[in-house]
């Protein structure tokens, strides 16, 4: 390693170089200058100078003459070059042996941090997920049943993605049928399918959930989106792997354009919010559920209300308890198709 740390350098810009200078402007220094005597303020710097070798004494021994910097400058820098190439492979290598311990570490769930229950708050959930997703090794299902990923934040979510494809990962994407309406969303699908993803819709399934080779899951903490739970208990993971499994047997794929497939999936979003009105659920309540803007929400039931002609809420709910339709029936049921017809398609305002 070099011998020239920090403190030389600082004598060198702030003594050394000035002197340097004037003895090139002034042809060289003498030996009885007093800049070079013991006890001048500018000795350390001379001394320096002759170190680095940037003056060396004339045959006569009379004068100190400048040396071309350029025929030293590798005689100091190369060495620290060398020292600091290899400094970085040395952290390299001490990154990926302590990396190997991290990974150990997080999969055991006695030694995780707070436990097999990790809280995640504001910026450390994208952190600890970029992480997660980074060691992803067989598997990752996740969950997405609201609308509201930007395409900034698809984007993001594409890449990291993409990158665990190539590396051999199955991913499996739930979302709600409203996600069909949104061009973002179909870009971010097709980017992912095309390598392998798969990628399928429901009416209505479980709230948003990440799990990771069946042996941590991330889940939002209560309805606090702001605050999310690591869970690595082996038993709770499970349970929601096999109720992620039990909705992914139910749901159609998004890459599917069949017209009939596209009407049954309205058919759904219909019977969902007849269930939705016979349950009693405010407006918000009910267009988070279904993943669309109240607006759209709104539309729904005006739908309804033109198709069962009601006036109110109230003869609205009258009508289908006397036709005893309750949101549950099947595709083929009297009642259960109605005028909602096909999603709209990509590019309507909702976001997924």
């Known amino acids: 390693m070099s011998r020239y740390g920090p403190e030389h350098r600082a004598l060198f810009e702030s003594g050394a170089a000035p002197l340097y200078e004037a003895a090139?402007?002034?042809?060289?220094?003498?030996?009885d200058d007093a800049r070079v005597q013991d006890g001048a303020d500018t000795h350390a710097a001379f001394a320096l100078l002759l170190e680095l070798g940037l003056l060396h004494l004339d045959p006569e021994g009379a004068t100190y003459l400048p040396e071309d910097p350029s025929t030293v400058q590798s005689r100091v820098v190369s060495p620290l070059s060398q020292s600091g190439?290899?400094?970085?492979?040395?952290?390299?290598q001490w990154a990926r042996a302590f990396g190997g311990l991290a990974q150990t570490w997080r999969r055991a769930p006695q030694n995780e941090r707070g436990g097999p229950f990790t809280y995640l708050r504001d910026g450390a959930i994208s952190s600890?997920?970029?992480?997660?997703?980074?060691?992803?090794?067989?598997?990752?299902?996740t969950a997405q049943p609201q609308a509201g990923r930007d395409a900034a934040t698809l984007a993001a979510a594409a890449q990291r993605d993409i990158?665990?494809?190539?590396?051999?990962?199955?991913?499996?994407?739930l979302y709600q049928h409203s996600a069909r309406r949104s061009t973002i969303t179909h870009q971010y699908v097709a980017s992912v399918t095309e390598r392998g993803a798969e990628v399928r819709t429901l009416d209505e399934f479980f709230n948003r959930m990440i799990v990771v080779d069946r042996r941590v899951a991330i889940i939002p903490a209560a309805e606090d989106l702001t605050v999310a739970i690591a869970v690595r208990e082996p038993s709770v993971v499970a349970y929601l792997v096999d109720v992620?499994?039990?909705?992914?047997?139910?749901g159609r794929a998004f890459t599917n354009k069949d017209t009939s497939l596209l009407r049954d999936i309205a058919v759904e979003q219909r019977q969902m919010t007849i269930r939705m009105l016979v349950e009693g659920h405010a407006d918000p309540v009910s267009a988070k559920r279904l993943g669309v803007s109240p607006r759209t929400y709104a539309g729904y039931v005006a739908d309804l209300k033109d198709e069962y002609e009601a006036e109110t809420r109230f003869q609205l709910g009258y009508t289908m308890g006397r036709l005893g339709i309750s949101g549950t029936e099947t595709p083929d049921s009297p009642g259960a198709s109605g005028p909602l017809g096909a999603p709209a398609g990509p590019g309507s305002p909702e976001g997924a």
């Open 24 to 31: 090139v402007a002034e042809g060289g220094l003498g030996v």
């Open 85 to 92: 190439s290899r400094l970085l492979e040395e952290s390299s």
């Open 128 to 141: 600890y997920l970029e992480a997660l997703v980074a060691e992803v090794e067989d598997e990752m299902l």
């Open 163 to 173: 990158a665990a494809l190539e590396r051999g990962v199955r991913i499996r994407t």
């Open 244 to 250: 992620f499994e039990r909705a992914w047997g139910r």
